[in-house]
């Protein structure tokens, strides 16, 4: 991996970062994809058509169903989903949170009780990475915990030691895979995750001690999952500086618009979140003057594209009044082109984010899209 910062505009930072499956120029939106694809029968050819740059699965999901082994036998996940450029996996260590009624933690690992089938699964972090090395991502996640935001001090201090024991492990077993003569892909990068809920004193430590790994990247995970968006903004800002700048610096799960653009203001270039497939699939839209509901019946004879001077397939070749009708008649294709439409619009967002860096006009742009996007509503 090379990562080179080509510009900075304030603490926001535009970089250039070559993979084996190709380059990432940052900040950068990953287009979620759980189990290998799209939610919203979105292929890899739709997502090549309207600019994503990374594609992000899930190591649990793909573990219970289908399976990684079958997945190697496929040469990987690349091959499998007929996917060129990079691919992101997550370790799991999110559904170590999601799914807390159907886990124990102990100091090995987690067992789990499937959510397809209940039979018993554990993965520590070795079997995560072994996992996520069949797959052959691009950049393999560590395992880790995301720790509750309500959770006291004593256990938030309790998980953050135990999911950096946890990347020592992660670390060991990615440098042994990737010496294997048969690893899927043997330059695979290993990113660690920052974890310490809305503490401030855990955080700053945990980045420091996690810094001296000397990682391929660098994750903030446990935000955005209950605490206030102020509450964020305010770990990225003590958090942040502690991470190695010149390394990738990425927020897990997050987020709207307004988060990603206060992110990118604090020196974060890489995110993914499920809000544009999720809220497409509802007919909820992202436009540069807020939110639409298509549902809305004030569409129902809205001759116009869902934003006009938008660039992507549904917006070039249909209405409002039609795509709500394939709404509400239940037709697949309007939840396609809604999930098209909000994809196409977080990736041409972070292309204005690298040209506004670029061009050092950063905190103006910043300014125009929230007063823009605050117009807006679902009502």
Not at 165 to 190: F, G, I, S, Y
Request: proline share 4%.
């Amino acid at each position: 991996m090379k990562y080179t910062i080509t510009a900075t505009d304030g603490r926001a930072k535009r970089a250039h970062m070559e993979t084996v499956h190709g380059v990432i120029e940052t900040p950068v939106f990953m287009n979620v994809g759980t189990v290998g694809a799209i939610k919203g029968a979105v292929s890899t050819d739709d997502l090549r058509q309207i600019g994503t740059q990374v594609e992000l699965s899930n190591t649990y999901h793909l573990h219970v169903r289908t399976g990684d082994q079958l997945i190697r036998r496929f040469g990987g996940l690349h091959k499998f989903m007929n996917w060129d450029r990079p691919i992101l996996t997550d370790s799991g260590g999110f559904q170590v949170f999601s799914l807390a009624g159907m886990r124990k933690i102990k100091e090995e690992g987690v067992y789990f009780n499937s959510h397809i089938d209940g039979r018993k699964i554990f993965m520590g972090p070795e079997e995560s990475m072994q996992i996520q090395s069949n797959l052959g991502s691009t950049i393999a996640m560590a395992f880790d915990e995301c720790v509750p935001h309500s959770a006291d001090r004593a256990y938030l201090q309790a998980s953050v030691d135990r999911t950096v024991r946890w990347l020592h492990r992660c670390k060991a077993e990615m440098d042994r895979l990737n010496a294997l003569p048969d690893t899927v892909n043997p330059q695979q990068l290993l990113f660690g995750i920052n974890q310490g809920g809305t503490c401030e004193e855990i955080r700053i430590a945990q980045a420091d001690e996690i810094s001296r790994m000397d990682l391929d990247g660098y994750a903030l995970g446990g935000l955005a999952v209950g605490e206030s968006h102020e509450e964020m903004y305010r770990i990225l800002d003590v958090t942040v500086p502690h991470l190695p700048k010149a390394k990738p610096t990425y927020l897990m799960g997050v987020g709207t618009p307004a988060n990603i653009l206060e992110a990118v203001d604090r020196g974060v270039d890489f995110f993914d979140c499920v809000y544009p497939t999720r809220n497409g699939r509802h007919g909820h839209v992202y436009t540069n003057q807020g939110k639409l509901n298509l549902f809305n019946q004030k569409y129902e004879l809205d001759p116009r594209p869902i934003e006009e001077g938008c660039g992507c397939p549904a917006c070039r070749s249909y209405s409002r009044a039609y795509i709500r009708h394939l709404l509400k008649a239940k037709e697949m294709l309007g939840m396609r082109l809604c999930v098209l439409h909000n994809l196409y619009f977080y990736n041409t967002m972070m292309k204005e984010i690298r040209l506004a860096i670029e061009e050092h006009r950063y905190a103006q742009y910043k300014a125009q899209k929230l007063a823009g996007m605050a117009g807006g509503s679902l009502e």
